[in-house]
Nanobody, 123 residues
Framework: QLQLVESGGGLVQPGGSLRLSCAASGATLDYYAIGWFRQAPGKEREGVACMSSSGSMTNYTNVAKGRVTISRDNARNTAYLQMDSLEPEDTAVYYC????????????????WGQGTQVTVSS
């Protein structure tokens, strides 16, 4: 069974950058669409960016459009989320997820989830 582990979160000042990683094990990530989601305290989980299994299609939601870049390295069985120009409103737990089909980049579409990594943007 596919397992996902996120890393790379932490405390960053406003305007800073972070690169999150999502390492997969138990299965080959090649066959899965991947997505990055986030959940702030008291708010619903929301999509940030998603990518098809081949990497040919991406979907950036309005949450952080223009400030994030999703990528994947299937040879390393790893996905990434580069986040730039971070704002305090980006503070949340960030999750990576995988699914057999590429869709709308919404949480209910995704079957496999990591445990999340905390991102805190504060001066």
């Amino acid at each position: 069974q596919l397992q996902l582990v996120e890393s790379g979160g932490g405390l960053v000042q406003p305007g800073g950058s972070l690169r999150l990683s999502c390492a997969a094990s138990g299965a080959t990530l090649d066959y899965y669409a991947i997505g990055w989601f986030r959940q702030a305290p008291g708010k619903e989980r929301e999509g940030v960016a998603c990518m098809s299994s081949s990497g040919s299609m991406t979907n950036y939601t309005n949450v952080a459009k223009g400030r994030v870049t999703i990528s994947r390295d299937n040879a390393r069985n790893t996905a990434y989320l580069q986040m730039d120009s971070l704002e305090p409103e980006d503070t949340a737990v960030y999750y990576c997820a995988a699914n057999g089909l590429y869709g709308l980049c919404v949480p209910f579409e995704y079957r496999y989830w990591g445990q999340g990594t905390q991102v805190t943007v504060s001066s």
